[in-house]
């Protein structure tokens, strides 16, 4: 099956730095890569996704990237605001086969004010 | 609109006790799913309803759990004879379609403790 890794663990950056995590998988089949953000006692939330045909995407000042030669994709947040602080997790599937999401262990990105 | 609710919030259970865990989706998404995300950790797919049926139930831990969903709406996990080890936060996530390219709305999670 699909083995999604995340680094790093944890984040610290001053306000108005740019944050990059990065993830791998193991399964070339999977196509779709989300990433979601997850605030304190609350379900976490899509903030942006890539599917395979792609190789980077952007919204405002969240982009992600995608390798798919080395099973790589990395979501890059630049001027980073106190508001962006909360734990992003990851995730890949395929559209064939189990097609549940496997979602990396989350990495805790704090914002220094 | 409303979206994923879950009940209870938390939960506090003794030992060996069974516990029922219910979730109620977004009004018309056919697609249901459960995670389990146990402290400081990622999101532990366990199994997904396309309408009332779960074609893969291989991420259920043991045999002590199990799902069902009726009406193509609300969902309930069960597990019998609690386990410490079961203590996690549950998170139940609906989609419009059963696609993972579609997204997944997740619920506030319970709180599970067994104690």
């Known amino acids: 099956g699909e083995n999604v890794e995340q680094h790093p663990s944890t984040l610290s950056v001053q306000e108005g730095d740019s944050a990059v995590i990065k993830c791998t998988y193991s399964?070339?089949?999977?196509?779709?890569f989300p990433w979601y953000k997850q605030e304190l006692g609350k379900g976490p939330q899509l903030i942006i996704d890539i599917r395979s045909n792609v190789g980077e995407k952007k919204d405002q000042r969240i982009a992600v990237t995608l390798n798919k030669t080395a099973k790589h994709f990395s979501l890059h947040i630049t001027e980073t605001q106190p508001e962006d602080s909360a734990v992003y997790f990851c995730?890949?599937?395929?559209?064939?086969?189990?097609?549940?999401?496997?979602f990396g262990s989350g990495t805790r990105l704090q914002v220094q004010p | 609109g409303a979206g994923v609710s879950q009940s209870p919030s938390n939960k506090v259970t003794e030992k060996g006790k069974d516990v029922e865990l219910r979730c109620d989706p977004i009004?018309?998404?056919?697609?249901l799913y459960w995670y389990r995300q146990s402290l400081g950790q990622g999101l532990e797919f366990l199994i997904y309803?396309?309408?009332?049926?779960?074609?893969?139930k291989s991420g259920l831990p043991s045999d002590r759990f199990s799902a069902e969903r009726t009406g193509g709406s609300v969902s309930t996990l069960t597990i019998q004879r609690t386990q410490q080890e079961d203590s996690a936060v549950y998170l139940c996530?609906?989609?419009?379609?059963?696609?993972?390219?579609?997204?997944?709305?997740f619920g506030p999670g319970t709180r599970l403790t067994v104690t």
């Open positions: 399964d070339s089949a999977s196509n779709y």
């Open positions: 009004s018309g998404h056919t697609a």
């Open positions: 995730a890949a599937s395929p559209d064939t086969g189990r097609r549940a999401l496997t």
């Open positions: 309803f396309q309408g009332n049926s779960a074609p893969d």
């Open positions: 996530a609906s989609s419009l379609e059963w696609t993972p390219s579609y997204e997944q709305y």
